[in-house]
């Protein structure tokens, strides 16, 4: 079957069979170079009839090793292959591995826990500042459970808000995480590191200085968990994610780390 040489010009030309190049036998392209058969002298043959994608190597798909970003903000990112975390996991795992628990809840809600242990929390944050706790234990029993309900459900409230706004400001900055697990894992975050500070506030009250020396010490731990969330689960880096969470660190700054001062 007679074959033709199609060249840059649009020419067709018979393909010599017997006499003179077959240039059906030429050299394979240089690496990655997809134009190597455009040019003149460098055609490829095709017999009537044959499709253009029959010979593979004449256009071969760029070389894509040399040409990988890493990272891409605003753009979705590849769901984690880790299964969903049990609490205690995800509890610990805040503490003792923050990076890859983050990165592995990206895309899981974490409600139960998150509202549990805030809840737990806020009953217990009264007990840090000496005048409500004076308060709390020189009033009846029923009284003092009120106290302790409605400052658990304030704080509950007040952190679903501040993670919301840290959940927008990381949207604004191009991330594309989602609003569950961002809220939820802040929501972890502030109580858990906060309740070294709250343990020793307890006994030796809001105003001793080792518990204001350990309270900067929490915040500090604070600002940075959260920073590494928001990082993970918004795929931003540090600093713009350290943005997005700066308004809830100064929150947190006020509403329990400056009243014990």
């Known amino acids: 079957m007679a074959g033709f040489r199609i060249g840059r010009e649009g020419a067709q030309q018979p393909r010599p069979t017997q006499y003179g190049q077959d240039y059906s036998q030429q050299s394979p392209p240089p690496n990655g170079y997809s134009g190597y058969y455009d040019a003149p002298g460098h055609t490829v043959s095709f017999a009537i009839g044959e499709a253009p994608d029959a010979h ?3 256009y071969p798909a760029p070389d894509t090793q040399d040409h990988i970003t890493t990272y891409r903000a605003g753009q979705p990112s590849a769901p984690p292959a880790d299964p969903r975390l ?3 996991e995800l509890l610990s ?3 003792l591995r923050p990076g890859r628990t983050f990165w592995q809840m990206r895309d899981y809600q974490v409600w139960g826990p998150a509202l549990l242990v805030t809840f737990v929390y806020g009953m217990l944050a009264v007990f840090g500042f000496d005048t409500a706790r004076k308060d709390i234990l020189s009033s009846s029993f029923s009284t003092s459970i009120a106290w302790m309900m409605t400052a658990a459900v304030a704080v509950v409230l007040s952190g679903l808000m501040t993670g919301a706004v840290t959940h927008a400001l990381a949207r604004q900055f191009g991330g594309d995480g989602g609003w569950a697990p961002t809220i939820g894992l802040a929501m972890l975050i502030t109580s858990l590191s906060d309740a070294p500070r709250l ?3 307890i006994f030796l009250g809001g105003a001793n200085g080792f518990v204001q020396i350990l309270g900067w010490a929490t915040w500090l731990a604070c600002a940075a968990l959260l920073t590494s ?3 993970k689960s918004h795929d931003l880096p540090w600093h713009r994610a350290l943005g997005a969470a700066s308004v809830q660190l100064v929150l947190l700054l006020v509403l329990f ?5």
């Open 56 to 58: 593979p190597d004449a």
């Open 86 to 88: 049990h609490w205690k």
């Open 93 to 95: 795992g805040i503490v």
């Open 199 to 201: 343990l020793f506030a």
């Open 229 to 231: 969330m928001v990082s």
């Open 257 to 261: 780390k400056l009243p014990t001062l």
